[in-house]
C-alpha cells in the first residue's frame, strides 16, 4: 500500500480572499457568501419494488453570491447594480474569488459566470454603533467553476 504524502498543509484562511470583477481586483470585500452548489436528486419508485427507491442525479442548482464591503469613494458596484434600469437589461461580467493561505499564495481559484446584479443594499447607518458601514450586492450567475490554480502564484500577482 502507498504511504500518504502531504506536500503543502497551510490551509486556506476565510479572512484571505479577494475579488476580481473581469480581471481586475476590485476594493477589498469583507464577506462572501454562495459558494455553495446543490445537485437535486430525483426519484424513481419501481413497481415491485419495495426495497427501496432509485436516486438519480438532476441538475446542479448554485446560490446567488453576495459580496460585502466597506463603503469606499467607488461607486462601481451601484452603477453596476443601476446599469440597464430603464432599458430592463443587465451587465453580465465574469468575477472570480480567490482564497489565499498565509503566505499570500492561491489556495483556491472560483470562477463565478456570467454574473449580474440583483440586488444592491446600503450601509446601516446607528448613531452608536462603531462598525464600519457595509454595502452588499448579490449576484445571480451562470454557474461555478473551481479552476486548478498554480499554488507557487502570489494572490493578485502575475
Not at 440597464?84 to 459566470?113: A, H
Not at 446600503?122 to 452608536?128: A, C, F, I, S, Y
Request: neutral net charge.
Amino acid at each position: 500500500m502507498g504511504a500518504f504524502r502531504i506536500v503543502n498543509f497551510n490551509p486556506a484562511l476565510s479572512w484571505r480572499f479577494t475579488v476580481e470583477i473581469e480581471g481586475i481586483t476590485e476594493a477589498l470585500f469583507a464577506e462572501c457568501e454562495g459558494l455553495k452548489l446543490e445537485r437535486d436528486v430525483e426519484e424513481v419508485k419501481e413497481g415491485g419494488n419495495n426495497l427501496f427507491i432509485y436516486k438519480l442525479p438532476g441538475r446542479i442548482k448554485q446560490e446567488n453570491i453576495r459580496l460585502r464591503r466597506g463603503v469606499t469613494y467607488s461607486h462601481k458596484l451601484w452603477e453596476w447594480f443601476i446599469k440597464g434600469t430603464y432599458m430592463g437589461t443587465v451587465e453580465r461580467k465574469n468575477i472570480s474569488i480567490i482564497v489565499g493561505d498565509s503566505t499570500q499564495k492561491v489556495v483556491q481559484r472560483w470562477d463565478v459566470l456570467d454574473a449580474w446584479p440583483t440586488r444592491y443594499e446600503g450601509p446601516e447607518l446607528k448613531v452608536d454603533s462603531i462598525q464600519a458601514a457595509l454595502e452588499m450586492i448579490e449576484l445571480a450567475h451562470h454557474g461555478i467553476m473551481l479552476q486548478k490554480e498554480d499554488t507557487k502564484k502570489p494572490m493578485g500577482g502575475s
